[in-house]
């Protein structure tokens, strides 16, 4: 009842409330007719009447009369009103059981053994699922955190749910700022991402692949919706170093280069000891240090393929 209303409003964890059902009352009844045949019975029940008991009442052939409650004082009131109207037996709970007792009324306690077995039940059921759940929240937070790509989770109000330490290093929220460590980060990350949120809503879909300069660092940022059901419940931002994604372009482009495209030959592979071969080793050679583009000329045949082989492999760049 109210006690539970109570814990359920000012506890952070979950609260399962002992329920009343239609069979505790009757149950109830029955023992309130049996201590007093043909008295007039109150009834007190949490938040509401039951409408049900009352369609109930002829068949029954008891005189009963039902009051509400919300509150302690709410309780008091109830069991005044009933003793006025002539009630001699009060059903209700414990409090509405001892106001009875006071006041010279007989009185039945509502709740019932099974009553109270179920809720243990619904409890124990509760936790089962509660653990599964935090289990499954810490194996995606340690999945999530081992990421290199920053990710940030937002509640559909734009509250942030969950940040991986990448996300941070990526923003610059690790570091100190002035000598001291950032005290708000939820703050920063609404600040930072906060426009990125807001234009993807506006759209009302996803802002993929934008370039983003934060400080000295180009990102790739993604802002997509999560979707429930059918229905939007939230975002996740992902960040990703425009550096990193370069890396990963150029050893895909190396990795998936046609064979025929590779670079063989070295400089060391040009045979001869003439003064213009001698002269052509040294010009490669420098052009090679530099990233200078070089031009190479002359005739078919002459060996402007392997040289320009040998100055790729020469150079700090023979692996791109």
């Known amino acids: 009842g109210s006690n539970g209303a109570y814990l359920r409003e000012h506890l952070s964890v979950p609260v399962v409330m002992v329920k009343v059902n239609g069979f505790d009352v009757l149950s109830a009844i029955t023992r309130a007719t049996a201590a007093r045949p043909g008295a007039p019975i109150g009834l007190v029940l949490h938040e509401t009447i039951s409408h049900e008991l009352a369609d109930l009442g002829g068949w029954l052939n008891v005189r009963l009369t039902q009051r509400a409650y919300r509150s302690v004082d709410e309780v008091r009131t109830a069991v005044n009103d009933l003793a006025a109207e002539g009630c001699r037996v009060i059903i209700g709970p414990g409090m509405a059981c001892d106001l009875a007792q006071q006041a010279g009324l007989d009185s039945v306690f509502l709740y019932s053994l099974g009553a109270v077995e179920e809720a243990f039940e619904r409890s124990v059921e509760l936790a089962r699922v509660s653990r599964q759940k935090e289990s499954k929240r810490v194996r995606l937070n340690t999945i999530v955190a081992h990421l290199r790509d920053g990710v940030a989770a937002f509640d559909d109000a734009g509250q942030l749910e969950a940040v991986n330490p990448a996300m941070l290093d990526l923003l610059g929220l690790t570091g100190d700022r002035h000598g001291d460590r950032h005290r708000d980060v939820p ?95 040294r010009l490669a050679r420098a052009g090679a240090a530099h990233d200078a583009t070089v031009l190479l000329t002359g005739e078919s045949g002459t060996g402007k393929e392997l040289v320009a082989q040998g100055i790729h492999n020469a150079s700090r760049r023979r692996g791109n």
């Open 187 to 281: 703050a920063e990350l609404a600040r930072t991402l906060g426009p990125w949120l807001r234009e993807a809503a506006e759209r009302g879909g996803a802002a993929e692949e934008r370039i983003e300069q934060i400080g000295e660092r180009s990102l790739i940022v993604n802002c997509v919706p999560i979707l429930e059901q059918g229905a939007r419940s939230g975002s996740v931002v992902t960040v990703q170093d425009a550096l990193v994604a370069q890396r990963i372009d150029r050893s895909l482009r190396t990795s998936q280069r046609p064979k025929h495209l590779v670079a063989r030959h070295r400089l060391d592979d040009l045979i001869g000891e003439s003064a213009a071969l001698a002269r052509v080793r």
